[in-house]
Antibody, heavy 119, light 107 residues
Framework: EVQLVESGGGLVQPGGSLRLSCAASAFPFSNDWMSWVRQAPGKGLEWVASIKPDGSDKYFVGSVKGRFTISRDNVKNSLYLQMNSLRAEDTAMYYC????????????WGQGTLVTVSS | DIQLTQSPSFLSASVGDRVIVTCRASQGINNALAWYQQKPGKAPKLLIHTASTLHTGVPSRFSGSGFGTEFTLTISSLQPEDLATYYC?????????FGQGTRLEIK
């Protein structure tokens, strides 16, 4: 069974940084596109970023461009999200997700890690 | 950016009812649409992709249809375990966006 386990969330002050990790297992991680999707408390889903299997292509939602970076380690079967210059509006549950084939459909999800940006 | 508008935002229905949720795109997206179910306190789950393809393991009472700008998710006979919020999502181009969600309550 596919497993995606996020970690690294927590409380951070505005302007601070945080690095999220996602440990993947039970599927060929190095073959699959991966993404981060977030959900603010009581709100809907928002796609954040996606990365190609070899890491050569990356895409971001406009609100995080220049502040967030997505990366992966195909040896460690891990996905990362480096978040800098954090704002209150970045407060959310962050989900790691595996994409279906080569298209941006989120077929498997982790349980999420909560990021709270507050002073 | 492509906007997805779901209707209704809230729906209350009885067990056994046929339920229909609509998703309208601000521009044509062919059949590049998926539907997700999110139960309270849980991660979303994929129900349907490519507008009408049922994902593996999803009960056959769920179905999807549509092309271009108008899409529907249908639950043919509502079950108590279908209490959830349902989201549509397009993959036509970046940025990927989701609808605002439809919260389904069981009467």
């Amino acid at each position: 069974e596919v497993q995606l386990v996020e970690s690294g969330g927590g409380l951070v002050q505005p302007g601070g940084s945080l690095r999220l990790s996602c440990a993947a297992s039970a599927f060929p991680f190095s073959n699959d596109w991966m993404s981060w999707v977030r959900q603010a408390p009581g709100k809907g889903l928002e796609w954040v970023a996606s990365i190609k299997p070899d890491g050569s292509d990356k895409y971001f939602v406009g609100s995080v461009k220049g502040r967030f970076t997505i990366s992966r380690d195909n040896v460690k079967n891990s996905l990362y999200l480096q978040m800098n210059s954090l704002r209150a509006e970045d407060t959310a549950m962050y989900y790691c997700a595996r994409l279906l084939g080569g298209v941006t459909t989120f077929v498997d999800w982790g349980q999420g890690t909560l990021v709270t940006v507050s002073s | 950016d492509i906007q997805l508008t779901q209707s209704p935002s809230f729906l209350s229905a009885s067990v056994g009812d046929r339920v229909i949720v609509t998703c309208r795109a601000s521009q044509g997206i062919n059949n590049a649409l998926a539907w997700y179910q999110q139960k309270p306190g849980k991660a979303p789950k994929l129900l349907i992709h490519t507008a009408s393809t049922l994902h593996t393991g999803v009960p056959s009472r769920f179905s999807g249809s549509g092309f271009g700008t108008e899409f529907t998710l249908t639950i043919s006979s509502l079950q108590p375990e279908d209490l959830a919020t349902y989201y549509c999502q397009h993959r036509y181009t970046y940025p990927i966006t989701f609808g605002q969600g439809t919260r389904l309550e069981i009467k």
